[in-house]
């Protein structure tokens, strides 16, 4: 089962809407949820809480430590409780998924997150679980740090709550370590926009081959 739950984030009221810090946002709704309250904790450099479901003890953790040294807060914690890679669930923005997208996925590479970086290092592993929320990508390499220190669009923020929505009603099969079924909730995709609807009277096809009737007067179909 996950036993720890870590939100990446920068800390600061500068940051607090910022797109990097969607993992942040992913632990505040678990955090309501578990009806639990997130406090600072110095000793492992981040706001933290602790309860208990079905009698195992689990954590959530806000890396306060900023983004590229996140690994020294939740390796600490780790080491301390002896919580394995497998136990930790990383939740944190990924660019190379559209905002309403997530996905789950256990161990590989960094990808260039730098918060991911540091964890791989202070864990000596890459087996953790990674909860990757889709911010979209800003179409070019060097705009990407602006991107993701700025606040997404309404739209956007909307969708990337809807999916922080469905990652959380997964906790039971978190806690139940149903991981396959955790990846079904949490891959499912927001609902496809309708399509408009078409006119009225508008003929299903146009043969661009043959000539075009005159528009003027209009003529009714008989079938």
């Given at each position: ?75 600490g914690l ?81 969708a990337i ?34 399509k408009p ?27």
């Open positions: 089962m996950i036993r720890l739950f870590v939100g990446l984030g920068n800390p600061g009221p500068e940051y607090e809407g910022t797109r990097h810090n969607a993992g942040f946002w992913f632990v505040d709704e678990v955090s309501r949820a578990l009806k639990t309250t997130l406090s600072m904790d110095k000793n492992y450099h981040g706001l933290l809480a602790r309860t208990t479901v079905d009698g195992q003890t689990v954590w959530l953790l806000k890396p306060q430590t900023y983004m590229n040294l996140s690994g020294k807060s939740v390796g780790a080491r301390f409780f002896k919580i394995q890679p497998e136990e930790i669930l990383v939740a944190h923005d990924e660019l190379d998924l559209p905002p309403g997208e997530a996905k789950l996925k256990l161990g590989g590479n960094h990808a260039g997150h730098n918060g991911l970086r540091d964890i791989h290092a202070q864990l000596g592993s890459d087996r953790y679980w990674r909860l990757r929320l889709g911010v979209g990508h800003p179409g070019l390499k060097a705009e990407v740090v602006n991107w993701v220190l700025k606040k997404p669009s309404l739209d956007h923020r909307i709550d809807q999916t922080i929505d469905r990652a959380v009603k997964a906790l039971p099969h978190f806690f139940s370590n149903e991981m396959e079924k955790a990846t079904m909730q949490i891959h499912t995709s927001k609902p496809p926009r309708p609807a078409k006119p009225a009277n508008t003929p299903a096809q146009i043969d661009i081959d043959r000539p075009q009737p005159p528009k003027d007067p209009p003529c009714t179909l008989v079938s």
